[in-house]
């Protein structure tokens, strides 16, 4: 059997042509999509601060719910402190040559025009670590007194001083005078550094008996990881040690795991539907070949086998070679990523034998799905059957497939309500998921569908387009089935691709519309690195003014789910208690002054699914993954502005590591706070409030855009390859048509005919498909049935599917009616 398949391939090399692309392109798809799961773990950039150590110990980040299994985490999104007693038990393990504490704190030299010298990211430290690196004394000594500074070569040399010379810097108020007693040479780039007395360090860290790291040299083997493994720390070796120096490495792994869980989710569901529509043609096609086969002495078990096995060689030589091209996706998404901000230039990818076996391995196993489900059809009839049915297309559809696809529809009808009761980022991934099972439900039943769509145009094409318009109408109507497959994947470009972009611009403007009634302070001072927490109380004691702090930061939160639990990471803010002058959260119980340390509101959906109500406990963790158990004293219903927890100020920001304030809302004169900013090179106040901070929002709009354009790029492919492979199966038809005396431009324009409506179908099904979702969607976020966005790109995806349609069958057309139809008339199937 395998002889007679591997012939079978070979000899109709080009009826295997679009399965093969199909699974080419799906397996490369999930290949990247593992691989960014892989670099989620193990990539990064390399160490550059802690190249000397060659274990370095940080608070752990990964957070765990009480009971918790290995698979339950969320990532914390500051990274916590740990006690500065762990520095003599960990020099106690045998092995350990030196254990070195490190403080690390917000620091930037300020030049003579009162401007912050700093194009990267600028952190103080204690003289001491810097054996870690280590950085050695280019000129002068270290620093001992506690105004003596030790700068990076690269910083003196922008500010072109010397030991001796006179620096301001600013770390968590104004800036400071200090001396320079030495220049230090580093390696990498990434970071400036400035070195402190060990003294003046831990007074600018804010925390005397805490240390942001610990910088192990020696031979410890796991002997470390085992004296630690009570301490909540975590242990990082080898690349992993860049996390631990570089925020945006450890926040790139973990956002890396959380894109390639959900897109490659998303990846997954559309290559199986690719691929099974994809064999289900190729097999349909065969449909002659496999009722000879039945009608010589073939067994149903033998057809199936045969095209099982047919579909394993297929699928094995383009999953291998799908694999390797995924290699090159990865890091076009990577190129990709780093050009929108998500991930720094310099993040290189983990790449191994591992998630191109699983892609291969998914490839395989969903074309061996789909050819199963493909051959019962051809191997369960009699060869008497099989031979009528070969001539003519069965029209009639199973019923476990309507009852399927009846089913998926209303689930998926259920679904799209979703947004009209949840809002936030859930309610609009869950419009585009309804989509997805919509598209799929209206695939299963799609061609009675489109059977009686085709029955009422049908007429209309006979009588208005003469010959051509006659043969594509008896076409059409006869095979129904077929024009049901091409309208497919036609219909479900122009459905993920709306509902996508449209439902992230929806989003989008409904925070924005939110913010913009929420915030009600007439100014907003920021800064580049944040807000030094003192600005708050030196702009209220201006005549006139009220100001409060805004923390922009994160909560993570657990919720049981049967036996397992669910673990979330959401937008938080941080506001003092008086905030009510310069936001409006839309109270409905309780009272914004009660907000207090220790307390917290919550928003009035994520009350109403936690059964909180005002004067209960709430627990949860802070954005450095410590524990919070907090008294809620307001529900409130501007969730999408504000996320769903609103803590006190200074809860906030001492879970950050700047502890700073994110911006400062304020009222009153604008005059006196610029002179008031003035005093902090890097402040600024601005009058567009509602705009600040939205650099975010934009970035995860351009990510799924990034994300959704590399999935609707397969299924493009797919729909070219769906369309060009059921036209091209048409050359013996088409040579029947020209020697009965059709000519060649009659059946160009049947094709044309047929082409147009198919797009047609394509798209009022697709835009049915995305309307639902989407009105929903606008009606539960902004009030309004119409979407938010701009309205060209609609019609610009029905011209781009119309394009690609009709420019699939065309070429085909053409490319199938260049041989001589004598010559044609005598080729297989």
């Known amino acids: 059997m395998l002889t007679l398949a591997w012939q079978t391939v070979k000899a109709r090399t080009s009826g295997f042509v679009g399965a093969f692309i199909a699974i080419l392109c799906g397996t490369a798809l999930v290949t990247a999509c593992g691989i960014l799961m892989e670099s989620g773990f193990r990539g990064g950039v390399p160490t550059q601060r802690y190249a000397a150590a060659d274990v370095v110990v940080t608070g752990d980040r990964t957070v765990r719910p009480p009971g918790g299994d290995a698979l339950e985490f969320e990532h914390a999104a500051e990274q916590p402190a740990i006690p500065a007693a762990l520095v003599a038990k960990i020099a106690a393990v045998p092995g350990v040559k030196a254990a070195v504490p490190e403080l690390t704190f917000p620091a930037v030299l300020v030049g003579p025009d009162e401007k912050v010298l700093a194009d990267k990211p600028s952190l103080g430290h204690n003289w001491d670590s810097a054996v870690l690196a280590p950085f050695t004394l280019k000129e002068g000594r270290a620093p001992a007194a506690g105004n003596e500074v030790v700068l990076d070569s690269g910083l003196a040399s922008a500010a072109g001083v010397v030991p001796g010379a006179e620096v301001r810097i600013m770390t968590r108020s104004v800036p400071v005078s200090y001396r320079v007693s030495g220049v230090a040479e580093g390696r990498g780039s990434r970071q400036s550094a400035l070195f402190f007395s060990a003294a003046k360090a831990t007074e600018l860290a804010g925390h005397p008996d805490q240390v942001s790291a610990i910088g192990v040299v020696g031979d410890v083997g796991d002997r470390l990881e085992d004296v630690l493994a009570a301490d909540h720390v975590t242990v990082s070796t080898g690349a992993d040690r860049s996390a631990a120096e570089f925020d945006d490495v450890s926040q790139t792994k973990a956002i890396l795991a959380i894109i390639a869980g959900s897109f490659g989710g998303y990846a997954v569901l559309v290559a199986i539907f690719v691929v099974a529509s994809t064999l289900a043609l190729t097999v349909e096609q065969r449909r002659r070949e496999f009722a000879l086969l039945r009608a010589v002495g073939a067994t149903p078990r033998q057809i199936r086998k045969l095209i099982g096995i047919q579909t394993l060689v297929v699928s094995a030589v383009a999953g ?310 907090l008294k809620v004293v307001a529900i409130y219903q501007h969730e999408l502005a504000f996320g769903d927890h609103v803590l006190n100020a200074a809860d906030a920001r001492a879970h950050t590591r700047a502890g700073m304030d994110s911006a400062v809302l304020v009222n009153g004169n604008a005059t006196a706070l610029n002179d008031l900013t003035s005093r902090y090179p890097g402040l600024a106040v601005t009058a567009n409030v509602a705009a600040q901070d939205r650099g975010d929002e934009r970035t995860q709009f351009l990510l799924n855009l990034v994300a959704v354009g590399v999935i609707l790029g397969y299924v493009a492919i797919s729909v070219s390859n769906t369309l060009v492979m059921s036209t091209a199966a048409r050359r013996r038809e088409f040579a029947l048509l020209r020697l009965v005396g059709t000519g060649r431009r009659q059946v160009v324009r049947m094709m044309r005919t047929e082409a147009l409506l198919t797009v047609g179908l394509a798209a009022v099904l697709g835009t049915a498909v995305a309307a639902l979702p989407l009105t929903l969607l606008a009606i539960g976020f902004t009030g309004v049935p119409l979407p938010s966005g701009p309205a060209w790109v609609y019609p610009a995806v029905l011209a781009g599917a119309a394009l690609l349609g009709l420019v699939s069958i065309g070429v085909s057309t053409r490319l199938s009616l260049r041989a001589k139809p004598i010559d044609t008339i005598g080729l297989r199937e």
């Open 320 to 629: 291998v070679a799908g694999s390797l091209l995924g290699i090159a996706v990865s890091q076009g998404l990577r190129n990709a990523f780093a050009n929108i901000g998500v991930v720094p230039a310099d993040f290189d990818l983990s790449i191994s034998p591992i998630p191109l076996v699983a892609a291969f391995l998914i490839g395989l196993g969903a074309a061996r799905l789909a050819a199963w489900s493909s051959s019962r059809r051809p191997s369960s009839i009699n060869p008497v059957e099989a031979l009528g049915e070969a001539a003519i297309q069965r029209t009639e559809l199973g019923r476990v497939r309507l009852v399927i696809g009846w089913v998926l529809l209303a689930i998926g009808t259920v679904a799209t309500t979703v947004p009209l009761f949840v809002p936030g980022q859930i309610g609009a991934a869950m419009s585009v998921m309804a989509t997805l099972v919509l598209i799929i439900g209206l695939t299963l039943v799609g061609p009675r569908v489109v059977g009686k769509a085709v029955r009422m145009i049908a007429p209309a094409l006979s009588r208005f387009s003469g010959v051509s318009g006659y043969l594509a109408s008896a076409n059409v109507t006869k095979n129904s089935r077929r024009l049901a497959a091409a309208v497919t994947p036609l219909m479900l470009a122009i459905g993920f691709a709306v509902v996508n972009f449209y439902s992230q611009t929806t989003f989008t403007a409904a925070v924005q519309q939110e913010t913009t009634r929420s915030i009600t302070a007439d100014h907003v001072i920021s800064g580049v690195a944040g807000v030094p927490a003192e600005v708050v109380a030196a702009a209220r004691e201006i005549p006139g003014v009220t100001a409060t702090s805004l923390v922009r930061t994160q909560v993570i939160t657990a919720r049981k789910q049967g036996d397992s639990t669910e673990m979330n990471s959401g937008p938080a803010n941080g506001l003092d208690p008086d905030a009510a002058g310069t936001v409006d959260l839309g109270i409905t119980q309780g009272s914004l002054k009660d907000l207090t340390p220790g307390t917290v509101a919550l928003g009035k959906t994520h009350a109403f699914w936690e059964s909180k109500k005002v004067g209960d406990t709430v627990e949860f963790w802070f954005a450095d993954g410590q524990p919070a158990r």
